[in-house]
């Protein structure tokens, strides 16, 4: 990134901006407060005083540079190493004080020391961030559009709250595949007192040091009132709900209806009484009935996918729970009787449909925003669709978690139009068949304007094409007569009905650029309807060029996720073990340490997660039997 230097106070880099900056100029006028404009000079100042990669390798530790010596060459490469181990692990750097780490080193090598606490605080982790971060600014250069996402998440153990930014974009040159671009671009504390302001500034400031503040379209949250307020203060075009939290959202709500609640407290107690003192009896039962040999699950953690598990083990195993509590009914006072194993089989019926979405959520490694509406049709139209012969519990359950959807989505008219064109632009989903023949056309009305208006840029920004077409063979001075009629007179100039009947070239372009688009339009809708497990993204990327504007529609209405966070975060228990992880760094390397381990590995790669646990369980459990 090239450095900015300026000195003094807002109005010397105003000054500076106007000259030599005039896209930033014009972007600091805009900070319409105080505040946004003290924001933006904090920014400005951050990129002249940290250093750049070319400096940062100039002051490299000696122990990596690289040396003639073999075991020299070793000890570097264990150093590296050892900042992988850190960075990708979210260790603390004092993990290499400790005496077990020690002990390890000295196995692997027992002439190697490695590098202290400080120089890995001080001089070789902001080695490794600049390095990164270079690297990153380079990838976010030609990023047209681009969407952000807030992770809110807390450190239990100091007692601090932090957002982590990331930055979400769909990258198109014009010759190779689409490729998505999600980065996290800052980690930043937020302090109790004026939450929302302190997060406007801060969400502001890194939109300036990335110079993205004009790429960016909207933001997805998790509802937060402080956050979504700050998007309202930065005047974020759409403000998306994280599809993720709202599921999460709408089953707490339904899980804490009290006849629900008190169920699942019993199925919990069933759970316990089993693994605790009738374990050796279940397994009787379950070769009695030719069942599987696995143990019951409870759900720790209390996520309702937890909770799905957790009943479904019971329902699978209903013929040997039911054998096992009648013969050790002595010892436990919890009755489970029809009505108990109807009530598991409506959540389940209503439960499972969500794992699924879930599932087809988490398994995508191409944009999901597009499969938004389809999924809550889906959802809002058969699974929560209350029925006749439904339990009182399940039609509660039913109406909690639909209208927390539908209400969701509903909040304003353009997270509406957002999601119906990010649809409209899915190969698999373009038909829109849950919108009416009215809404649908809205929708071609919508798109139809925008690409209008992105025709009108191009030929805008063509450099001087009119002048390199008047270019001809012929002498400098001789004219082009203009054209006349049969009668010799030229055309239309002196005819009374030219006001009627003649178009301006306004008009006459306007209509050109209408029907290049519908042109368009239709030979997008006539393209094959890809399968729903079909990659939309691996088709844009064979047919973009069929599409003058489309591509760049794409771009703009696919950057916006539609969570948050990655979604194996907010649908297993990795979010928790991240946590466990975030807690352990010093809240002076927090920003560093969570921005290269975010942007050293894959979106899409899940951390371990804790739900395995169950799964050895019943490993251990089947080799004991």
Known sequence: MSQIAYSGNTSNLSYHLEKNHPVEFSEFLRSNTDQMREAFATAFSRIKTEPSAICVQQFQDTNLRQSPDPANRRHNDLTTAVIGFICEGMYPVSVVEEPTF?????????????????????KMLPQKYYRTRDTVFTELAGVVYCGVATDLWQ??????????????????????????????????EVQEDNTAENITRAMYETFVEWGITHKVIGATTNSSMDIVKACSLLELSVEMPCLGHTINRAMDEAFQLPQVDSFLGCCRKIVNHVRETAMHLLREKQKQHGLSQCALMTDRGRSWLATLAMIQRLKEQQAAVTATLIESSSSHPVSFDGSDWALVEGLIEVLQPFKVVAHMITSCKYPTISMVRPVLHMLLNTTLKVKEGDLKEISMTKEIISKMLSSTYSQTQEISVFLNIATFLDPRYKKLPFLSTQERSKVENNITEEAKAILERQIAERPCLGDFSLVSDEPPSKKQTPLRDSSGSILSQDNPLAAIFCQSEAEQSQDELQAQVAEELSNYKSQRVLGLNEDPLLWWSSHAALFPTLPTLLQKYWCIPATSVPCHRLFNSSGRVLCGKRN???PALVDQQVFLYENMRSYYEAEPSEDDLDDVWDDICRTTT
Do not use: E, W
């Open 584 to 586: 352990r760094i010093a």
């Open 102 to 122: 020690k002990t390890l080193m000295s196995t692997i090598d027992p002439g190697y020391s490695p590098p202290s606490k400080s120089d890995l605080a001080v």
């Open 155 to 188: 450190s239990h153990t100091q007692n601090r709250t932090y957002i982590s930014l990331s930055m979400h974009s769909l990258h198109y040159n014009g010759t190779a595949a689409f490729s998505m671009i999600n980065k996290c671009l800052k980690t930043f």
